[in-house]
């Protein structure tokens, strides 16, 4: 079955260390999001990508980093500059960029010790 | 720029009781309206959507929702709770012509479910 693999599920950091959350689709899927969620919070973006090495920032985007070398991969790295960066971490996909149906990922949850 | 209001945080439903989760949004051109649901500590699933055509729209679960342009909502709907509809829901929008600009989600509405 078709879908979105993000790893690892739960993650433990120390403070000052970068940290790369996983993201895989084989959906064939053109765009790929990255969200953030904090209780009460929703669902907040980070950064999204239209195509192979193409992305753009969401409205939270600092402290944060992503690459886009493969259509099926759209890693996170969380910087040592984000300053609250434990949170649950949404990965999505969609056929194209715009107003589509997003698939999510099962999601990962960072936790700065 | 679009917005969407979800203005219950929680709300808490006895089991067999119906259901209405409210959702208003804000945006100028047509609108593409979602609503999805999360389980605790999981990604979220698609109930359903609303394109074009008829405003009132099913999903799966026994969920539907209609689009009332006038009152700029799309409020969620289902006769009969089921304890497991426990969970979050999220009403989001985007637009028909919006280019590449993702869709715009609400906070959320956390739904208790009571024996």
């Known amino acids: 079955d078709g879908g979105i693999t993000q790893s690892p599920k739960y993650l433990f950091r120390k403070e000052g260390q970068n940290v790369t959350l996983s993201c895989e689709q084989n959906?064939?899927?053109?765009?790929m999001y990255w969200y953030r969620q904090d209780p009460g919070q929703g669902l907040r973006l980070i950064y999204y990508?239209?195509?192979?090495?193409?992305?753009q920032k969401g409205d939270i985007a600092e402290g944060y980093s992503v690459s886009r070398e493969k259509k099926e991969s759209f890693p996170l790295t969380v910087t040592s500059a984000q300053k609250n960066p434990t949170a649950f971490y949404l990965c999505?996909?969609?056929?194209?960029?715009?107003?589509?149906?997003?698939?999510f990922g099962a999601g990962s949850r960072l936790t700065v010790l | 720029a679009q917005s969407v209001t979800q203005p219950d945080i929680h709300i808490t439903v006895s089991e067999g009781a119906s259901l209405e989760l409210r959702c208003n949004y804000s945006?100028?051109?047509?609108?593409?309206l979602f609503w999805y649901v999360q389980s605790p500590g999981q990604g979220l699933q698609l109930l359903l959507k609303?394109?074009?055509?008829?405003?009132l729209v099913q999903g799966i679960k026994g969920f539907e929702a209609e689009f009332k342009r006038s009152q700029s909502s799309f409020n969620l709907r289902k006769p009969s709770v089921h304890w497991s509809d426990a969970a979050e829901y999220f009403c989001?929008?985007?637009?028909?012509?919006?280019?590449?600009?993702?869709?715009?989600f609400g906070k959320g509405t956390r739904l208790s479910v009571i024996a």
């Open positions: 999505a996909s969609s056929i194209s960029a715009g107003a589509n149906v997003l698939t």
């Open positions: 959906l064939n899927h053109d765009a």
């Open positions: 990508s239209q195509i192979v090495n193409d992305f």
């Open positions: 945006y100028g051109a047509t609108p593409y």
């Open positions: 609303y394109f074009s055509g008829d405003t």
């Open positions: 989001a929008v985007g637009a028909e012509n919006s280019g590449n600009t993702p869709l715009v």
